[in-house]
């Protein structure tokens, strides 16, 4: 089995992590495995592997790696997954494992080059992934299909001043802006002020990117994961800073992760069927897996943030700890996402 992780995005260090530790996992479930970075070179950072043999661990930075070269590291994933070694490397596996997060990993580029390449990999297909990674676009469908959305304007900061409505968003409360396509909380502000708002527009500006900018939820947060047809239980995130940013989410002891959460069960059902029908309404099948994160407004009311297409899979990440509550060990985890795959 080949682990494809690392890639040319912001949670590139996520990914890496995530990697290795789904390497750990498989290797220790019988498989033989080759761990691949498709944008690193060389490409092949293990492998091949057997069971037995030990893969070293690696930690996530407290702030995400620069983009400086992110044109040449997506020249190198597009040449090694259209010819050469690698393909033919993926080729020849049972399955792909894919442990990559954010950019061309899930927003559905590398999924549709594999399907392309005719490769078997793990979780959801390219237009799945590209449904759920434009915020706005993925929030509009899950309001047509009846799910508590936040308000939402977006915004592709310019030379022009701020458009009326995110004015009046602003006027209103505080906001949170983040960037319409992007993962693991990287470049999220809380921003309650017009002047705050601009600095953040002119940095996404400066990036070229687009801003979704929504009412600030002062309510409790949590997360549910969906592994085929089944809701894991619900994993709430108590925060010790107003948002769940990068940072929080990935040092150790910044945040408190409790699954099963504390609340009543008909709470509790409520959450996982929003998951489930967050799942099915992007387009994630039987054979798939996501998480849909959620934010509690003032009066406790749940509102659909986002569906992730290939959460996290570090030992701190969410994924693990809804699995933990569901009794399972990381490695039957693993092979859940596999036997999904392969089914």
Known sequence: MV???????AERDVSLASGRAVAGALLERGHEVVLVDPAAEPPVLAGPLRPGDVVDGTQVGKEPPSLAGRARARERVHAALTGGPVLELLRGADLVFLALHGGWGEDGHVQALLETAGVRFTGADGAACAAAWHKGRAQAVLGAAGLPVPERVLWR???????????????????VAKPVADGSSVAVHRVDSLPLLERVAAEAHASGGELMVEPFLPGREFTVAVLGDEALPVVEIELTTPLFDYTAK???GAVNEVCPARVPDEFAARLREFALRAHRALGFGAGTYSRTDFRCDASGEPMCLEVNALPGLTSGSLLPCAAAGAGWTYPELIQRLVDLATR
């Open 250 to 252: 990935y040092q150790p």
């Open 3 to 9: 682990v494809l992780c690392g890639g040319e995005s």
């Open 157 to 175: 900061p310019g030379a022009e001043e701020t458009p009326p409505d995110v004015r009046r968003l602003v006027e209103a409360g505080p906001v």
